[in-house]
């Protein structure tokens, strides 16, 4: 029986690095690939006889956890791994809490990457040794969250600005709204972006809503 597998990354070169280890099992078949959480998801909506992705985490438009979400809600018979170079304790807590079934490192060999597909496709759940051993410690501390709450402070002004982002506007428009200037707009995004841990406005944004911040 052939696996149907889509592969989800913004680096072109590492998807055709993944295609090659699959390439190596005849049971294996890569129907199509996407650039982002946004890209597969329209994907799927022409295409949804998936068995499984490969989903990376940080990609632009829409990264891989919020992307893992979406397609757990709409396509829950999907098997989702996450295929990613970072194994922090907050990537795999959120991946797992947005579905993911299984969570491997990219350096993974093609022996180790099949028989991580065909476990996960079997009811298990694919990890590294290394991811297993933090999840099991995220398990038995299950004040992740609470501890996440307490550290973040930010200003009033600062989560006015983030309300505002997440409405998808620009930073023109919020500095508008605000009767604030550009710049400044940008410096509270800079702080927000330190105090919360995050590279992006959409990591900003969901880091917020998860702490109800915002």
């Not at 998801?41 to 992307?67: C, H, Q």
């Not at 807590?93 to 597909?117: C, M, P, Q, R, V």
């Given at each position: 029986?052939?696996?149907?597998?889509?592969?989800?990354d913004?680096?072109?070169?590492?998807?055709?690095?993944v295609?090659e280890?699959l390439?190596?099992?005849?049971?294996?078949?890569?129907?199509?690939?996407?650039m982002?959480?946004?890209?597969?998801?329209?994907?799927?909506?022409a295409?949804?006889?998936?068995?499984?992705?490969?989903?990376?985490?940080?990609?632009?438009?829409?990264?891989?956890?919020?992307?893992?979400?979406?397609v757990?809600?709409?396509?829950?018979?999907?098997?989702?791994?996450?295929?990613?170079?970072?194994?922090?304790d907050?990537?795999?807590f959120?991946a797992?809490?947005?579905g993911a079934d299984?969570?491997?490192?990219?350096e993974?060999?093609?022996?180790?990457?099949h028989?991580?597909?065909?476990?996960t496709?079997?009811?298990g759940?694919?990890?590294n040794p290394?991811?297993?051993?933090?999840?099991?410690?995220?398990?038995?501390?299950?004040?992740?969250?609470?501890?996440?709450k307490?550290?973040i402070k930010l200003?009033?002004?600062e989560?006015?600005?983030?309300e505002?982002?997440?409405?998808g506007?620009?930073?023109?428009?919020?500095?508008?709204n605000?009767?604030l200037?550009t710049?400044t707009i940008?410096k509270?995004?800079?702080?927000?972006?330190?105090?919360?841990?995050?590279?992006n406005?959409l990591?900003?944004?969901?880091?917020?809503k998860?702490?109800?911040?915002i």
């Amino acid at each position: 029986m052939i696996t149907r597998i889509a592969i989800v990354d913004d680096n072109t070169f590492l998807i055709k690095t993944v295609e090659e280890k699959l390439s190596f099992f005849e049971d294996l078949e890569v129907r199509f690939t996407a650039m982002n959480g946004k890209d597969v998801l329209e994907k799927l909506e022409a295409n949804n006889g998936i068995d499984l992705i490969l989903m990376d985490i940080e990609m632009p438009v829409m990264n891989g956890i919020e992307a893992t979400e979406l397609v757990k809600q709409k396509y829950p018979q999907i098997k989702i791994i996450m295929l990613t170079v970072f194994d922090n304790d907050e990537n795999i807590f959120n991946a797992i809490k947005a579905g993911a079934d299984g969570y491997l490192l990219k350096e993974i060999n093609a022996g180790d990457l099949h028989s991580g597909i065909l476990e996960t496709l079997n009811g298990g759940a694919a990890m590294n040794p290394s991811i297993a051993l933090k999840t099991l410690k995220l398990l038995r501390n299950p004040f992740v969250e609470a501890k996440e709450k307490e550290e973040i402070k930010l200003t009033s002004r600062e989560v006015d600005v983030l309300e505002q982002l997440s409405k998808g506007l620009s930073y023109n428009a919020v500095a508008e709204n605000l009767i604030l200037s550009t710049g400044t707009i940008r410096k509270h995004i800079e702080n927000i972006y330190r105090k919360l841990q995050v590279h992006n406005k959409l990591e900003a944004v969901q880091k917020a809503k998860r702490n109800n911040i915002i």
